[in-house]
């Protein structure tokens, strides 16, 4: 399944992301900013940094199909 988590890199969606990455999904993660040192970014299809406010930035997140959105 491929699925978009918003807020990647927040204290919850961190944990949803790196969750479901190891349940073998293609995650897409969106963050407000990279974070450094974060590894578990590494588990992800793909990372993509804007506001999940921007309706640009969440077409870009979502290019492609996505099943899910979290």
Same mark, same amino acid.
């Given at each position: 399944?491929?699925? &978009?988590? *918003? @807020? *990647?890199? @927040?204290?919850?969606?961190?944990?949803? $992301?790196?969750?479901?990455? %190891?349940?073998?999904?293609?995650?897409? $993660?969106?963050?407000?900013?990279?974070?450094? &040192? !974060? !590894?578990?970014? %590494? !588990?992800?299809?793909?990372?993509?940094? @804007? %506001?999940?406010?921007?309706?640009?930035?969440?077409?870009?997140?979502?290019? @492609?199909?996505?099943?899910?959105?979290?």
């Amino acid at each position: 399944m491929r699925i &978009l988590v *918003a @807020g *990647a890199n @927040g204290y919850l969606g961190a944990r949803i $992301a790196e969750y479901l990455a %190891d349940q073998r999904h293609n995650v897409i $993660a969106l963050v407000h900013h990279r974070p450094d &040192l !974060k !590894k578990w970014l %590494d !588990k992800m299809t793909r990372v993509v940094e @804007g %506001d999940a406010a921007d309706r640009n930035i969440l077409l870009s997140a979502m290019e @492609g199909e996505v099943d899910c959105v979290v």
